[in-house]
């Protein structure tokens, strides 16, 4: 027969009273759930579904069949869904709440979980690494093959939301990577009007005032700085809305940029700060210069090469590898593009 999974019951937050003395002052709360367990030789099926289970979890080895999560309450259901299948194969599996204070320190366990998070990151990157070279070779994409890069491109993007919701420290890897899946996919998009400065179905930014713009969630370089010239130069009074991307429709009035099938996006070899910029007719200098540097970090093409564009970039990379939310991302560089055009009109005024 079966045996139950075991779970610890929550620790207590104080050390007992030691005797004739004062009691001891709060412990800290615990930060982690871990499942301690063995599996049997039989059946042979077991081991490996349990290992893909916790996988799939985000769960990460801390000793010889101890695996741990962050605490909270969808992990500790997640893990005693585990325990009990574990259980119910004739396994032994118990469930505790735990805080390290020897040995495996809090920070260790923390790079576990990015390095794990960070080589699936670089795996899925590679993959797309080489749909977006395939694509750079082709002049022109057969109905065919667009299917089959579509399709990878998917997966690619599916399994990448999967290792999202499981990055719980924040690891490296995934602008990267989402930085290749939005080139892959800007480069299959058909080619729009090759003049935005007279687009025929858009509002003349002129004219525009305080309506609400809307971008793709996870917003880097293109998005970033666009938003940035878009409150600071064409609509000061503009509401940003943050969306996924996939299937949204719009609401009266909302303009789009810098996503699929959007008002403002990239246009032939134009990156979405350079459309903006274009169709808002400005000829400012220092805004042109910041216009080629986001293009070169965008596109990747290096086809302006100015002397700042890898110091811009490591700025913005900071940015949002500190903020994970997009409205402390366009706050944190809206500052850093500030002080950058200042500086910028100083050079050009000499």
């Known amino acids: 027969m079966s045996q139950p999974a075991k779970t610890l019951p929550r620790p207590s937050t104080r050390l007992p009273r030691a005797a004739g003395g004062p009691a001891v002052a709060a412990e800290a709360p615990a930060r982690w759930l ?36 962050p605490r909270s309450d969808g992990a500790r259901e997640d893990l005693e869904w585990v325990a009990h299948q574990i259980t119910t194969d004739g396994g032994d599996a118990s469930l505790c709440e735990s805080r390290f204070i020897g040995g ?14 960070e080589r699936e ?5 590679k993959h797309a690494r080489r749909i977006v070279d395939g694509i750079a070779k082709l002049q022109r994409l057969p109905a065919r093959r667009r299917a089959q890069v579509e399709a990878a491109l998917a997966r690619i993007r599916k399994r990448a939301e999967e290792v999202v919701a499981i990055d719980f420290f924040g690891a490296p890897g995934r602008l990267a990577l989402e930085s290749l899946l939005q080139t892959a996919e800007d480069r299959l998009r058909p080619p729009r009007a090759a003049d935005p400065r007279r687009p025929p179905d858009v509002p003349s930014l002129r004219h525009v005032r305080g309506r609400t713009w809307v971008t793709r969630q996870g917003i880097h370089v293109d998005r970033i700085a666009s938003a940035w010239l ?5 609509d000061p009074a503009a509401k940003l809305k943050y969306v996924e991307a996939k299937g949204y429709v719009p609401a009266p009035g909302e303009l789009r940029f810098d996503m699929f099938d959007a008002e403002f996006t990239h246009e032939g ?18 805004l042109r210069h910041i216009a080629e540097i986001v293009h070169d970090i965008d596109l990747r093409d290096r086809r302006f090469g100015r002397p700042e564009t890898d110091g811009f970039a490591a700025l913005i990379t900071g940015v949002c590898l500190q903020h994970r939310e997009d409205a402390a991302r366009l706050e944190a560089g809206s500052v850093m593009l500030d002080a950058f055009y200042r500086a910028l009109q100083q050079r050009t005024r000499k």
């Open 34 to 69: 871990l499942l301690i367990h063995s599996i049997p030789p039989r059946p042979n099926y077991l081991r490996v579904k349990i290992g893909r289970r916790l996988q799939k979890l985000g769960a990460v080895a801390v000793k010889n069949s101890v695996y741990a999560l």
């Open 104 to 117: 495996l320190s809090d920070e260790a366990i923390e790079q576990e979980f990015r390095s794990a998070r």
């Open 121 to 125: 990151y670089v795996e899925l990157a």
């Open 230 to 234: 878009i409150r600071r130069f064409i």
């Open 269 to 286: 070899e134009l990156c979405t700060f350079e459309v903006l910029l274009a169709r808002a007719g400005s000829a400012d200098p220092a």
